[in-house]
Structure formats: structure tokens, C-alpha cells
């Protein structure tokens, strides 16, 4: 499909999957109530988690939030286009339903030449969650959206996404920036960006979408955990699948599988590569996945976050 089909279809107030590059999008025109409404629909998603809306212009900013801290207008000067979503004050002209009836409206400019250029040649911004059914693992190409939404699902096709894991998202209290997920640009980045250091926001008290404690799961049975032998002694029975990424000594006659995420390229390529191995290993299967407990430090706390919710216990 070419942009000025996908353009067409969105016009007609119905759904694209999109390139970012990050994971693909499932889109529709942010300021319209009843094209959102099939986001939810088609996600089988809950009205109350709400959406990023997707623009290609920082005017657009303008058009969408109001009350902009400078610290946001600097975030995004720096990282824009690219896999940060700033949470901003939300303007009437977005509609409830995009929020999930909230007062802030998240927002950010994806960097990919295709969606980029769909955006300039729209009339309004677009509310894109990842283009996968609710708590399954984000799509990083065309066939994951079609597996998981169906063959029918009109897809604009810009390949394999290169980040492959989700935007960052930040938000503002005061000036302080709150990080609501972890994502590709590390919380060091935007510290380092805004000089003053940013705080993780407590799940604890409000249950953020998005933060839900089972999210991103694959169908087979995934254990996350620091002690990934005693889990391979307690399985013994099982076909164990295991996803490394330290270096430490591994007994693999316990095992069926074995992918070691960070030899190649540490915690950077181990992102990369954190859906796809999912959804290869998710086709293989195994009893058990066993994912080992990696490092929080720079994109490694985004990995956490996935893997943690990716337990399916
Ligand atoms: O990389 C990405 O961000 C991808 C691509 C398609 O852009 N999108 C994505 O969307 O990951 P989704 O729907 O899977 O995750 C969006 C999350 C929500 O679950 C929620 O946590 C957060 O964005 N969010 C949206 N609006 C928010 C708001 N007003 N305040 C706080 N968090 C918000
Ligand atoms: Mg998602």
C-alpha cells in the first residue's frame, strides 16, 4: 500500500497499521472520536489506556497540548523525531476518547521517512498504540500486525522496525521530568539533555496503562528471573527455552534453547532483538521460556520493564 491510499483510508475514518521506529502503530486520526473508537475495538483494548498521538511538525505541539514547559520544548528539539513520547497538558480539540480521559495528551514524532511523510500529508495528528491484540508482544514487522490483528488489516509497509522496542515517555511535574516507561532513550539521556535528573514514576499508587503488571506476554509460559539454574532444576521436565544476558557459566544439558542477547552488541543490540526473539521462541513450542534478570542500568531498565511484564504466570 502507498501513502496516498493509506491517506484515503484515514480520511474515511478508518485504521492503517504504521512503520515507526520503534514497533508498528495501528493508526487513526487522533481528533476523531469514532476512528479512535476502532483503535479500541480492534486491540480489544480497555477505553481507559490511552494513546499517543503522532505528529510531524513540533507546531503540532502547539495545536494538541498547552501549558509547555521549556524543559519539553528542549526535550523535543533533541530528540525528535525519534522513540521519545512527552506527556503534556491536553487542548480541547483532542478528544476524550484519545486520552483515555485524561487532562494530558502524550505525544511524539516518530522517526520513519513513510509515517513522516503520511503525517505532512495529513490534516490531523494520529493516535497510534502498537499495532497488536491488548498484552501481546508489540509487532516490529508487517506479519506480526497481520498475525495478531488479522490478514485484513490494511498495513503500510516500511519494513522491519529498527528499534524495535517502545518510546521512552516522560512527563513533567513542576519542571521535574517523570518517567512513566522506559523506552529507547534512557533516563541518563534526558537527565543529561534538561541538566537535572528525572524520577521514575511509583506505580504503586495509580496503575498506569501501559504499567499494568502483565503486559507484552508471549503465549509460552515465560519465568523471569535471577536465578534462571534453580529455575532450569525446578523444570527439569520441561522444554526450556533460555534467554541469557550475562556471562555467566550456563549448565546447558538443562536446556532446549539457548540465546545469548548481549554478545554481539551488549544491552543496545539485546533491545533490538527482545520481540523478535519472543515471537520466534513464542513459535517453537517450548514449555518454559526462562529470561535472566538483566542489569538496570540505560536501556537495560526498559528490558526489565518488558520482561517483567512478560511473565505470564
Ligand atoms: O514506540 C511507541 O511509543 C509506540 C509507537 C507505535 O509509537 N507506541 C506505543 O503505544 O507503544 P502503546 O499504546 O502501546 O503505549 C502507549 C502508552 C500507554 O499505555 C500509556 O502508558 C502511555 O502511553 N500514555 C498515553 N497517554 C498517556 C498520558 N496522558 N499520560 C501518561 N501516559 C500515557
Ligand atoms: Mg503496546
Redesign the pocket.
Known amino acids: 500500500m502507498d501513502i496516498n491510499t493509506a491517506k484515503k483510508i484515514l480520511d474515511n475514518g478508518d485504521l492503517v497499521a504504521i512503520p515507526?521506529e520503534?514497533?508498528?502503530?495501528l493508526a487513526a486520526n487522533a481528533l476523531s472520536e469514532s476512528a479512535v473508537n476502532k483503535i479500541f475495538l480492534a486491540k480489544s483494548r480497555p477505553l481507559y489506556?490511552?494513546?499517543?498521538v503522532?505528529i510531524s511538525d513540533l507546531g503540532d505541539m502547539y495545536m494538541i497540548a498547552k501549558n509547555i514547559p521549556d524543559e519539553a520544548f528542549k526535550l523535543a528539539q533533541n530528540f525528535w523525531p525519534g522513540?521519545l513520547?512527552i506527556?503534556l497538558p491536553k487542548k480541547d480539540i483532542v478528544p476524550d476518547i484519545t486520552?483515555?480521559d485524561?487532562d494530558?495528551?502524550?505525544i511524539?514524532m516518530?522517526k520513519h521517512p513513510l509515517t513522516l511523510a503520511l503525517l505532512d500529508s495529513l490534516d490531523y495528528p494520529l493516535a497510534?498504540?502498537?499495532?497488536n491484540k491488548y498484552k501481546t508482544i508489540?509487532p516490529t514487522k508487517p506479519e506480526h500486525v497481520r498475525k495478531s490483528l488479522g490478514m485484513e488489516m490494511p498495513v503500510l509497509d516500511g519494513g522491519n522496525c529498527v528499534?524495535r522496542i517502545?518510546?521512552t515517555?516522560v512527563?513533567f511535574k513542576n519542571e521535574t521530568p517523570i518517567i512513566?516507561?522506559h523506552?529507547l532513550i534512557t533516563a541518563e539521556e534526558i537527565a543529561d539533555c534538561l541538566n537535572q535528573k528525572t524520577i521514575d514514576y511509583n506505580s504503586d499508587k495509580i496503575i498506569?496503562?501501559?504499567?499494568e503488571k502483565r503486559h507484552y506476554s508471549p503465549k509460552t509460559h515465560l519465568i523471569y528471573t535471577a536465578f534462571p539454574d534453580k529455575v532450569f532444576m525446578d523444570h527439569s521436565h520441561c522444554k526450556i527455552a533460555f534467554i541469557q544476558f550475562s556471562d555467566i557459566e550456563v549448565d546447558t544439558h538443562l536446556i532446549d534453547h539457548h540465546i545469548h542477547m548481549t554478545r554481539e552488541n551488549g544491552l543496545n543490540g539485546a533491545a533490538k532483538m527482545l520481540y523478535d526473539t519472543l515471537h520466534e521462541l513464542d513459535k517453537m513450542n517450548f514449555d518454559l521460556i526462562v529470561a535472566e534478570k538483566v542489569p538496570q542500568e540505560g536501556i537495560g531498565k526498559a528490558i526489565h520493564d518488558k520482561l517483567l511484564r512478560a511473565q505470564n504466570y
Request: charged share 10%; glycine share 16%.
Open positions: 515507526t520503534t514497533v508498528y502503530g489506556n490511552p494513546l499517543i503522532h522513540p513520547t506527556v486520552t483515555g485524561k494530558s495528551v502524550a511524539r516518530p497510534a498504540p502498537s499495532a508489540s528499534g517502545e518510546s515517555i512527563g512513566y516507561r523506552g498506569m496503562p501501559g504499567q
